[in-house]
């Protein structure tokens, strides 16, 4: 489709004024959990984890499973990445590493018992594809011997473009992958040399041919917007080519810059970042070319063609959201494997040893590697509920809230109700009688009015520690 930058109607733009960014982007969290993973403490350890999983013991609870396994690998470093991971090309390492996650996983069978239904599987990284064919396979085959995949499961891996060949994409659907999430990020050169990750359109393409001729569905990329060289005119070609490539969902991050926290960071010439004005300038660009183009605005960071799973739900009010982001699936147990893995058990998170030395120590002793959880109370469970309506359906019913929790909203949520007035005075949400309704353009700022239910954000103030919307 012809498509110019001066085509692109200033909707988006228009919507996401300087104004409103300036005074509600603040940095505030994903909520890809609540609470948020900066809560868990080191008082919720491997015998809390291990209680908490005996609860699911067989017979207790019918409902599938989900499965994360996180491999920390990868062959060369991205200067933006913020990911956990390890930068080696010591592919021995891995074999250790199965070792070591074979272990656990026979631990977590200990009070969970063999032969669970699962249906979801999730591989994320680091970047999983540094695992040879064969090791893959390894991994596939020991929990399938685990658990009982239930015959319609999402079985899905992160794909580092430059680390398959459609031969490989082949083996991955054999050994029942059946989704793939693509990492791009940009496609112009000059970026690509900025943050060290070097990938041609075309090779993007050609796998992603091969990749629906194989049966994947569902197919994901991800992108970034913010990144070194980066400029309006160089970014509306990347989502020109987005358009080319066409995925069934896109996810469009904002490049959080931290490199206190992030090391590699540092590598990145801070002066070749784009302004905070460039910034907003892709953001609306990137928004309206999406639309344009046919993609379906699922909410934070996400994008998906209209006849996706994801965009369906979300036209009939069904999304909900896990540590992936956005699913079409109910936020179930969560069972997560691997060095740096968070899962959910019940009303408990926990999170493994973020270090491979920590986290093998604690398999050798043979105890579960968790360092930290969090186990949720009444009060936790209840925001829960309420942040996930306003992230997911973009609307927050009272009677809802007030039927499962038993408690009254104006009286409960009086604060945080009298909170939302300047966010409703700026168009962002409609104060009903008795709901919460998110705007067309507090649907881009939706973790903004997200962030008033959070009670532990508000009582720590420490939002520094987060990125920023744009
Ligand atoms: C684990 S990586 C994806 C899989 C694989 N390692 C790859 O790079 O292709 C997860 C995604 O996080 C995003 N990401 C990483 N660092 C980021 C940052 N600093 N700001 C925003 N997004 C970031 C990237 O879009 C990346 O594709
Ligand atoms: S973006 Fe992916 S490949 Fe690059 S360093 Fe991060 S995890 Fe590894």
Known sequence: MPFTTEALTTDARTLLSEDLLRKFDTPGPRYTSYPTADRFHHGFG??????????????????????????????????????????????????????????????????????????????????????SDAELARVMDRLAQSFRFTPDSEISIEVDPRTVT???????????????SFGVQDFDPDVQQAVHRVQSFESVKALMDSARTLGFTSINADFIYGLPRQTPESFARTVQQIGELRPDRIALYAYAHLPERFKPQRRINAEELPSPAQRIAMLGDAINGLLARG??????????????????????????????????????????????????????????????????????????????????DGDDLLRRDVIMALMCQGRLEFDNVERAHGIRMREYFGRELEALKPLAQSGLVLLEDKAVDVTRAGWYLVRAIAMVFDRHLQASGNRQRFSKVV
């Open 46 to 131: 491997p015998a809390q984890a291990r209680a908490a999983i005996e609860q699911l013991a067989p017979g207790s609870a019918a409902a599938p499973l989900s499965l994360y396994v996180h491999i920390p690998f990868c062959e060369s470093i991205c200067y933006y990445c913020a990911c956990n991971k390890i930068i080696t090309k010591h592919h021995e390492r891995a074999a250790e590493y199965l070792d070591a996650l074979e272990t656990e996983l026979a631990l977590v069978l200990e009070p969970l018992g063999a032969g669970r239904p699962v249906s979801q599987l999730h591989f994320g990284g680091g970047s999983p594809t540094f695992l």
């Open 166 to 180: 459609p031969d490989r994409l082949a083996h991955l659907r054999g050994l029942g992958f059946n989704r793939l």
């Open 295 to 376: 993609f379906e605005h699922i909410g934070m960071d996400h994008f998906a063609l209209p006849d996706d799973p994801l965009a369906v739900a979300r036209r009939e009010g069904k999304l909900h959201r896990n540590f992936q982001g956005y699913s079409t699936q109910p936020d179930c147990d969560l069972v997560a494997l691997g060095v740096s893995a968070i899962g959910r058990i019940g009303g408990s998170f926990y999170q493994n040893a973020k270090t491979l030395p920590e986290y093998h120590q604690s398999l050798a002793r043979r105890e579960l590697p968790v360092v930290r959880g969090y186990a949720l």
